[in-house]
């Protein structure tokens, strides 16, 4: 099946620390990766993405790589911002249905102090 | 350019009551979804569709009914609330259901729904 583990948070950093966020997956075939970022109150906004082994998506400072040989698509910013406060969530696509139906992690929210 | 519109933002139900949560999107999307975001478990999938006329189960059916009689609507119809349907909901849209690069999926604001 499908399954995406991320770590747990709350994470809490100061502002202009180095962020990682864990993501590994489970999956058949070969799944597209997500990174989705949600701001208080909002919906979720696409941050990044890779749809295949090697490739790293890069977004606002964010980048994340797509590693088959350990099931991993990890984010990280080497400079985190106040406003950078959000729950981020990793996710995975892979058309087993056929549809571009998305497999969530549970997410992680970080607190950027100033 | 509106993106995916859902309403409303926030609903309170009593238990056995029925209700519809309404999704639209004027980006001319084939695939539409819905997802419930719960605490501790991200979001799980409810229903989904690949175009007018095709719905079909995700993770979580239970419960829920859709439609999808356009291309632009796609509401969710709780059939008899129950506490468990506590959640946040949101509707997400892209251009069709395939995995090609650069086929985003966009996500609704979300619709707040507590069953009492």
């Known amino acids: 099946g499908n399954s995406v583990t991320q770590m747990e948070g709350p994470v809490t950093l100061s502002e202009e620390a180095f962020l990682t966020i864990n993501c590994t997956y489970t999956a058949t075939g070969y799944p597209s990766l997500f990174w989705y970022v949600q701001y208080p109150g909002e919906g979720l906004q696409l941050l990044l993405k890779?749809?295949?082994?090697?490739d790293k998506g890069s977004n606002k400072g964010f980048e994340a790589t797509y590693r088959k040989e350990t099931t991993s698509f990890h984010l990280e910013k080497g400079s985190v911002q106040v406003s950078d406060s959000a729950v981020y969530f990793c996710a995975l696509t892979n058309g087993q249905t056929g549809a571009n139906n998305l497999f969530f992690g549970t997410g992680t929210r970080l607190t950027v102090i100033p | 350019n509106a993106g995916v519109t859902q309403t409303p933002k926030f609903q309170v139900l009593k238990t056995g009551q029925s209700m519809t949560l309404q999704c639209a999107q004027d980006?001319?999307?084939?695939?539409m979804s819905w997802y419930r975001q719960d605490p501790g478990m991200g979001l799980r999938l409810i229903h989904y569709s690949v175009g007018a006329g095709i719905t079909d189960q995700g993770e979580v059916p239970n419960g829920y009914n859709v439609s999808r009689s356009t291309t632009e609507d796609f509401p969710l119809r709780l059939l008899s609330a129950a506490p468990s349907q506590t959640s946040v909901y949101f509707c997400?849209?892209?251009?069709?259901?395939?995995?090609?690069?650069?086929?985003?999926?966009?996500f609704g604001e979300g619709s707040w729904l507590t069953v009492v």
């Open positions: 890779a749809t295949k082994a090697d």
């Open positions: 980006m001319n999307h084939e695939y």
């Open positions: 997400a849209s892209s251009y069709d259901g395939t995995l090609r690069a650069g086929n985003t999926i966009y």
